[in-house]
């Protein structure tokens, strides 16, 4: 039997509300949520968990929400938030979470457009970003508000009055239980509209469930495994992460509601299996950069011989390879012995599974982390594939390449470059105004990614960059972004990079310092200040990126080098407005912020 087939069957007439039922029955007093670290952590088992939903399941089917209604929560990561998802799962209603960092005018547009009845909101401060849009919003019946001073106006329903008493399930909930299918309608996922306006993804039981599965297949972990919750629940890869997948295999996920207390989460927790985007592996890499720094002398000779030997293994396999017998009993004695320290630094020591995805990362980063024996596998996907539709594993993978198509899932490459993609994990529709799902695949299945890329010999993909973001300078060349600024980003000093050059003579780029490890790389320089603004003038900055925009075009054509540059400060955030949630650029506000800098490099 194929690794498809497997999933497949193991994924058939499974639903969400069935397995949490599971989770309730076989593993009641398992850990399913940890809220907080340390003295301070609150733990839900899966029984527990499960009759929470129950309870607020008959809150909401009293208030009036139904199968095929849409429902928006706007709440930061705690145990409620996975209660509200979960009970209008069980009632057919599609869920939705919000990003925190949506405009007035954002949130306007995805509740018009979902049209949503019920509107759930944590306290005053998500109040306060959604008041000026309540009046506008026909369909809207109710506000759950989950703190009791959040607010009391008219339509407005407390929480915990909504939950009432906890109860064990009863014959009602188990009915609705029952009544889930696998191709149902599950949740609605909006993507964050760089190209436009934000789009309504809908996914059903099916593409979560086989994403999932999927996963555990191709890189089992261990039983009832840890994962540490941390990015938005409005990003499909932490709806999948920390929602539907520990559903699937009893997992017990630990919230990590502020990002910069990740690292002690991590160290507390000790996941079985991170997920990164770049930007988090790369502070991850500062972080460990600055550690084997401290090193005293002959500790750190010891470190770097068994790196050397982590990395020439690492290299071997992504080249497809054969791993001579002496070095692979090496690198297994000198890992475990002087390696699996240095990754318990920063709480991955047990980690049997690590991806990056959303963006490409550089090559330099990946095996800075090979070589600490932390191999960080690339996969790739949208929110319309349910997140990842190929996944690197340690069998195959290739430096720079996103992984095989999963299990069930079918990749090829269109005429004009554009990568497709059918299967499982491909997602229902795009929600229309009124309820409907609008199909986006072609007569055949096949779903255009937007993304250009490759399919080789061992049919590993690898992504150039995306259609529309494509450089086409006035000499007709095209050029792909994402590869000159990966490049770019090698550099420690740089947190951010963009390419500039569509229709113009020659590419530029614009330089965000990190603001966290341009201060660290200035001390360590002997730079007589650390503020940011100061760095970005100062002349051993420039000289350094001077150099680093050398190496780069070193490994670029000569259409695509770097002919000038500029440095800014940053920081580059969501909040300031020049990233996207999931921290990708958002080429039109940088575009229309920096046009004065940009046309200065073309003066």
């Known amino acids: 039997m194929t690794t498809a087939e497997q999933v497949n069957r193991a994924v058939e007439g499974l639903t969400i509300p069935a397995l949490l039922r599971r989770n309730a029955r076989d593993f009641p007093d398992h850990p399913a949520l940890t809220s907080g670290i340390g003295s301070k952590d ?78 759930v909101l944590e306290d005053r401060e998500q109040l306060r970003r959604w008041r000026p849009v309540l009046a506008e919003l026909p369909h809207l ?51 964050s ?54 559903i699937c295999n009893a997992g017990h996920v630990t919230l990590c509601e502020d990002q910069a207390q990740l690292l002690p989460t991590l160290n507390a927790v000790r996941p079985h299996g991170f997920f ?51 070095l692979a009993e090496r690198h297994r004695e000198l890992d475990e012995r002087v390696l699996r320290p240095l990754r318990a630094a920063i709480g991955l020591d047990d980690c049997a599974r690590a991806f990056s995805g959303a963006a490409p990362i550089p090559a330099a980063v990946l095996e800075f982390l090979a070589s600490a024996g932390l191999p960080v596998y690339e996969v790739w996907g949208l929110s319309e594939t349910t997140g990842a539709a190929t996944v690197s594993t340690p069998e195959v993978f290739a430096l720079g390449a996103v992984g095989r198509p999963g299990p069930g899932v079918q990749v090829r490459v269109a005429e004009d470059g554009e990568l497709l993609v059918r299967g499982l994990v491909v997602f229902a529709g795009y929600l229309r105004r009124g309820g409907s799902i609008a199909p986006a695949t072609d007569a055949d299945g096949w779903l255009p990614t937007g993304d250009i890329g490759t399919v080789d010999e061992r049919g590993i993909v690898a992504i150039t960059d995306r259609k529309k973001e494509l450089i086409i300078t006035a000499g007709g060349k095209n050029i792909a972004p994402t590869k000159v600024e990966s490049l770019l980003r090698a550099h420690p000093l740089v947190g951010h990079a963009v390419a500039i050059g569509d229709r113009r003579r020659y590419v530029t780029a614009l330089l965000v310092l990190d603001e966290e490890a341009a201060p660290a790389w200035a001390k360590s320089h002997g730079v007589d200040t650390t503020d940011l603004d100061e760095l970005a003038a100062h002349p051993e900055v420039r000289a350094a990126l001077e150099e680093a925009v050398h190496q780069a075009n070193q490994r670029l054509a000569r259409v695509e080098q770097v002919k000038d540059f500029r440095v800014l400060a940053g920081p580059w955030t969501p909040e300031s407005g020049e990233l996207t949630p999931k921290l990708s650029l958002r080429r039109k506000v940088i575009a229309e912020r920096c046009a004065a800098i940009v046309e200065g490099m073309y003066e």
Request: proline share 7%; hydrophobic share 45%.
């Open 42 to 119: 609150t733990t839900w088992t899966w029984s527990r968990l499960r009759t929470e939903v129950a309870a607020l399941t008959r809150g909401l089917t009293a208030l009036g929400l139904g199968r095929g209604d849409r429902m928006l929560i706007s709440m930061s990561k705690r145990p409620e938030h996975w209660v509200v998802d979960l009970a209008a799962i069980h009632v057919g209603a599609l869920s939705c979470t919000t990003y925190d960092t949506l405009s007035t005018e954002q949130l306007r547009f995805i509740a018009q457009h979902s049209e949503a009845t019920v509107l």
């Open 193 to 246: 509209g760089t190209a436009g306006e934000p789009k309504g993804v809908v996914l059903t039981h099916r593409n979560v469930i086989h994403e999932s599965l999927m996963q555990d297949h191709l890189v089992p972990v261990a039983e009832h495994p840890r994962s540490v919750a941390y990015l938005p629940l409005a990003h499909i890869a932490e709806r999948v992460l920390g929602i539907y997948m520990p």
């Open 141 to 191: 019946r109710a506000v759950i508000t989950v703190e009791p001073d959040a607010g009391s106006d008219p339509g407005f329903v407390d929480y915990a009055d909504l939950r009432g008493e906890p109860g064990p399930p009863d014959a009602a909930f188990e009915r609705l239980t029952d009544r889930a299918e696998p191709d149902s309608p599950l949740t609605v996922v909006y993507t």
């Open 276 to 326: 990164g985007v770049p930007r988090v592996w790369e502070k991850l890499v500062a972080g460990m950069s600055a550690k084997l720094a401290a090193l005293p002398a002959e500790q750190a000779e010891a470190v770097e011989r068994a790196r050397e030997v982590a990395l020439e293994v690492f290299r071997l396999r992504s080249a497809d390879r054969a791993v001579p017998a002496e």
